[in-house]
């Protein structure tokens, strides 16, 4: 606050000029109206016409920790929300031309485990800064604060303003257009819950000063309820923990069945047959017992039957029925399974050649 408005304000009380005179006089003088109303909000009406300063509040390391990592929170809770939609987005609408495979998937694991534990903080820290409000009203007040929140949203923009620079590069590379506009509408919406719910917040204090404690208002509700529904949406694209393990393993079993295949037909270009079992293929092998891949979860070896000296079958239990591996890539058509056993028909290639 202006020292010199701050002495002229209570000079003026303690001759005992009305506040309305007071603000006038500073009006015709050009100061701005929030000025006006700071420094006289500053001063209390005491006894016998004297002025009483009212308590003004400094901020605090105490605080200032709860103010950062209550807005650091926040940018990880919108940032990785709008990376889960963005990737359900890419799930439900697929393009051709932009492949949203493995880095989707992952993409989307990491960003629901952000908001998973960055939203839970971001609620507790909301929960003691508006209790400190509440007890200390004057905090209200504090340009400290206010400055610490506008540099902060001004943070949250730039990010938001680069997501949506990569949706507008996405349109102009011929991304589909309904994939474009959602993720534009996703944006917007982030963008706009957060600036409107603490933009109003700091209207009401710059307009209020009692300190009266008040709820979320309905922006920081929708926002709430948008977040837990986002994350209950992010398991259609990752699946729940149990699937989604399912799915590793079973990615790990189409793994080891191509190189099976590889060291049978390397094992009949060598023999000029298919080895009768897979212990026959480990001991020619020469080069120990987990020279032949095993089941991940079991430690088994996997099925395997000779049909003749070029044909043979191989097959795995597998713990899911998908045709996307763990990383949201397409199983290779010749290993599509149902869950449990599942045995495929081969042909040593290298019988054919001349």
Request: glycine share 10%; charged share 25%; proline share 4%.
């Amino acid at each position: 606050m202006n020292a010199d408005l701050q002495h002229y304000v209570r000079e003026a009380l303690a001759r005992g000029l009305s506040r309305e005179t007071i603000a006038a006089q500073l009006t015709a003088a050009r100061w701005r109206r929030d000025e006006i109303d700071a420094a006289l909000g500053a001063w209390s009406d005491g006894e016998g016409g004297v002025p009483v300063p009212r308590r003004r509040v400094s901020l605090s390391a105490r605080e200032a920790f709860v103010h950062l990592l209550l807005f650091a929170s926040l940018y990880t809770s919108a940032f990785s929300t709008g990376v889960i939609l963005f990737a359900l987005i890419e799930q439900w609408l697929r393009d051709a031309q932009v492949y949203s495979g493995s880095g989707s998937v992952q993409a989307m694991r990491w960003a629901v485990a952000a908001t998973v534990t960055a939203f839970p903080i971001y609620l507790w820290m909301s929960a003691i800064a508006a209790r400190g409000l509440a007890e200390e009203p004057e905090k209200r007040a504090s340009g400290v604060r206010r400055w610490l929140t506008y540099l902060t949203l001004f943070v949250a923009a730039q990010v938001l303003i680069g997501n949506f620079v990569g949706v507008l590069s996405s349109l102009l590379a011929g991304e589909q257009t309904a994939r474009s506009l959602l993720k534009a509408a996703v944006v917007f919406a982030i963008a706009g819950i957060v600036f409107g719910h603490y933009l109003s917040g700091l209207r009401r204090d710059e307009a209020d000063q009692d300190g009266a404690p008040r709820r979320a208002g309905w922006l920081g509700r929708v926002g709430a309820a948008g977040v837990v529904l986002t994350v209950a949406l992010s398991f259609l694209g990752i699946g729940t923990p149990r699937h989604a393990r399912g799915r590793e393993l079973d990615s790990r079993r189409v793994g080891d069945l191509e190189l099976l295949r590889d060291q049978i037909e390397r094992a009949y270009e060598r023999d000029g047959t298919v080895p009768g079992s897979l212990t026959e293929l480990d001991a020619t092998a020469g080069r120990g017992p987990e020279s032949v891949p095993r089941d991940p979860e079991t430690r088994r070896y996997y099925a395997y039957q000779r049909v003749d000296s070029v044909r043979f079958q191989l097959g795995a239990s597998f713990s899911t029925a998908d045709t996307l591996d763990a990383y949201g890539n397409p199983t290779p058509l010749r290993w599509r399974h149902g869950k449990g056993l599942a045995m495929f028909d081969l042909v040593a290639k290298r019988a054919n050649r001349p």
